[in-house]
């Protein structure tokens, strides 16, 4: 059974940080690329970063997000730095092999909320 549980969300004010954790377990993490979504009400789930054989990022994102990995510990992190109230949304830590829908796999969501 693939698991993926995510952990780290909460609230904080503007400018403050938070680390996303995701423990994948139940695949054969190295192989996959990983990556962090996020869905605000009402709007469309989005792309925050991903790590593959490359590493991207969306623009709104760039220079204070970080994304990495530790394969050893089927982990994958997410670093928010400069955080601001546009960022609050539900993050969801995505798993997939060979952009193939069955072998794309979500975690439950973990909520961010960037608030004063």
């Known amino acids: 059974q693939v698991r993926l549980v995510e952990s780290g969300g909460g609230l904080v004010q503007p400018g403050g940080s938070l680390r996303l954790s995701c423990a994948a377990s139940g695949i054969p993490f190295v192989i996959y690329t990983v990556g962090w979504y996020r869905q605000a009400p009402g709007k469309q789930r989005e792309l925050v970063a991903a790590?593959?054989?490359?590493?991207n990022y969306a623009d709104s994102v760039k220079g204070r997000f970080t994304i990495s990995r530790d394969n050893a510990k089927n982990t994958v992190y997410l670093q928010m730095n400069s955080l601001k109230p546009e960022d609050t949304a539900v993050y969801y830590c995505?798993?997939?092999?060979?952009?193939?829908?069955?072998?794309?796999?979500w975690g439950q969501g973990t909520q961010v909320t960037v608030s004063s």
């Open positions: 995505n798993a997939n092999l060979d952009r193939q829908d069955r072998f794309d796999y």
């Open positions: 790590s593959g054989g490359r590493t």
